[in-house]
């Protein structure tokens, strides 16, 4: 079976300042790859996905992730974070006919 | 607004209360699921509709009983929870069961359970 690791449980990090939350997946055959965001008190909402082709993937609000199928990683990165950007983030890799989440990475960006 | 209501929003039930959370979609999908999310878990998934049938359940105790009337609606049913079973309870939705390709799912708000 399918599993996702997102080894930060929680990112504080300044407003503007660049960051990055890291997934790992287990996983020796092909994978649909994929970031939510939780805000507070919402359901989860699609970032991004990777399917296949170009591994630098480009979601919305500016986030971007990294498929490297050699290290099994797929971490979400963005150039200068906001304060709305404050959130819980998933990684999920797709088996079948569901998804595997992680457990979740809690960025807390500051003033 | 995702286009999946889920109802009530926060819900206090006692240990030998029924209860029932409802899920409503508004897309025209044809696969609906029910997901419990506590913390510092991983999401995990309970059920999986598909053309209002089930077609997965994972190995969720029987306190817990879904029902798909439609397509469009999704129902948990609730009966002798326990303290543990506090969580968020997402629902989500579909087109197509494989959730792959340009199809994704769509998560609503979730309801927040507390059981006492």
């Known amino acids: 079976a399918q599993s996702v690791t997102q080894l930060d449980s929680q990112v504080p990090v300044f407003e503007e300042a660049p960051v990055e939350l890291r997934c790992n997946y287990s996983s020796s055959v092909s994978v649909y790859l994929f970031w939510y965001v939780q805000y507070p008190n919402q359901g989860l909402q699609l970032l991004l996905k990777?399917?296949?082709?170009?591994?630098l993937v480009k979601g919305i609000n500016g986030f971007e992730a990294e498929f490297n199928k050699s290290q099994t990683s797929f971490h979400l990165r963005k150039p200068s974070v906001h304060i709305s950007d404050t959130a819980e983030y998933f990684c999920a890799v797709s088996e079948t006919d569901k998804l595997i989440f992680g457990t979740g990475t809690r960025l807390q960006v500051f003033p | 607004e995702t286009g999946v209501t889920q109802t009530p929003r926060h819900l206090v039930m006692g240990m030998t209360n029924k209860k029932s959370l409802k899920c409503e979609q508004h897309?025209?999908?044809?696969?609906m699921y029910w997901y419990k999310q506590s913390a510092k878990k991983p999401l995990e998934l309970m059920f999986v509709?598909?053309?209002?049938?089930?077609?997965e359940n994972n190995s969720v105790p029987s306190r817990f009983s879904p029902e798909c009337p439609n397509s469009s609606h999704l129902f948990l049913h609730l009966h002798t929870l326990q303290p543990e079973d506090s969580a968020l309870y997402l629902c989500?939705?579909?087109?197509?069961?494989?959730?792959?390709?340009?199809?994704?799912?769509?998560f609503g708000q979730g309801t927040r359970l507390t059981v006492v």
């Open positions: 990777y399917l296949s082709g170009s591994t």
């Open positions: 989500a939705s579909s087109q197509g069961l494989t959730i792959v390709g340009n199809t994704e799912a769509f």
């Open positions: 509709y598909s053309l209002e049938e089930r077609v």
């Open positions: 897309l025209g999908h044809n696969a």
